[in-house]
């Protein structure tokens, strides 16, 4: 059973893996979203800061006479600050930041311990995620040097589930065309380890194109056994969504990369090598949906502007109440 993580920190990655300010020159604001306190200095770097913290008693409610089934009613508090700059204004760009705060908690009330991670943006130098491709006789394993990185023109086909796909062919008889594709996600740098895992649901769309058999197989890497596993496989000849699920001892397909940083490696290929004529996958979108254990709902209290005009530049601050739920079935013994 995977451990309850802390909700604040499930409410930090909630926040910074959702937060989308877009600047008045059309460029992404940079915020950094972490747990509390208020840094200044960070604001030197960044364009905001918004910080996340229990500050208010949060009482648990037993909801059966026995008191084995409880809820926990977490207060936290939420906050974002800015300090004009020049070309930013701070008020202007304050108030993007609390729409946006108010925004995410709003769409991910019922699932705020969900995040989901995509290609969306990502090239060979920008983001995180990584993809590549190879054409063997036999599945590589992810750190197989044979692996060549995809281009930006063919990472801009993953970012969306738009009819726009990358293919990878071959022409050489008994291989096989694949797709490496890397996740990376930050479980947390205050608390690094996978153990909060609940599941992983890792999808592809797409479709193998073989005359002696369509279809796609979809593996994801084992660092416990050090083999593709939970394999499964698509017949389709047009685009379609394969799924694996991981429920059990999630934590094994994830490698610790740095502290509170982890990776998980997707394999997809065509269900049958080449036998004749060119074989072709295609790649539409992929994503990966991680839930960890603990705070299950979240709504929004109240909020306040609380600005601080005494000091130079100006402090633009806003503060939030917001009231979470977690649920638990503990038997008396």
């Not at 008045?24 to 910080?51: F, H, M, P």
């Not at 740098?189 to 194109?209: M, N, Q, R």
């Not at 502290?259 to 990966?288: H, M, Q």
């Amino acid at each position: 059973m995977p451990e309850v993580e802390d909700p604040v920190v499930t409410l930090v990655r909630l926040l910074k893996t959702n937060m989308r300010v877009v600047n008045d020159d059309g460029s992404l604001a940079n915020i950094a979203v972490s747990r509390e306190w208020y840094d200044r200095e960070l604001l030197k770097n960044y364009d905001g800061q918004v910080t996340a913290g229990l500050r208010q008693p949060s009482p648990i409610k037993p909801l059966n006479l026995s008191h084995s089934l409880c809820q926990r009613i977490l207060n936290f508090k939420v906050d974002c600050w800015v300090v004009d700059k020049p070309q930013v204004n701070g008020n202007r760009l304050r108030s993007k930041l609390r729409e946006e705060i108010l925004r995410i908690i709003r769409e991910k009330r019922f699932k705020p311990n969900e995040t989901m991670y995509d290609f969306v943006g990502v090239g060979t130098t920008v983001g995180s995620h990584k993809a590549y491709s190879a054409e063997s006789t036999t599945e590589l394993q992810y750190n197989d040097p044979n692996w060549s990185e995809l281009s930006n023109p063919n990472y801009q086909k993953l970012w969306y589930s738009d009819d726009v796909r990358y293919i990878k062919s071959t022409e050489q008889t008994g291989y096989y065309p694949m797709i490496l594709l890397k996740f990376k996600f930050d479980i947390s740098k205050y608390d690094p380890h996978a153990d909060h895992i609940k599941t992983i649901v890792l999808s592809f769309e797409g479709w193998g194109y073989n005359l002696a058999g369509m279809g796609v197989t979809i593996k994801v890497w084992n660092f416990s056994t050090s083999t593709w596993d939970n394999a499964q496989t698509g017949t389709g000849d047009s685009d379609e969504t394969i799924t694996i699920t991981l429920i059990s001892n999630p934590a094994d397909y994830t490698l610790e990369v740095a502290s509170g940083v982890f990776e998980l490696y997707l394999l997809a290929r065509t269900t049958n090598p080449r036998t004749s004529a060119v074989v072709d996958i295609y790649c539409d979108y992929v994503k990966c949906v991680l839930t960890v254990e603990g705070l299950t709902h979240l709504k929004f209290g109240t909020y306040n502007d609380a600005d601080e005009v005494s000091v130079k530049p100006f402090l633009w601050h806003t503060e939030f109440t917001s009231i979470g739920w977690m649920f638990e079935n503990v038997p008396a013994t």
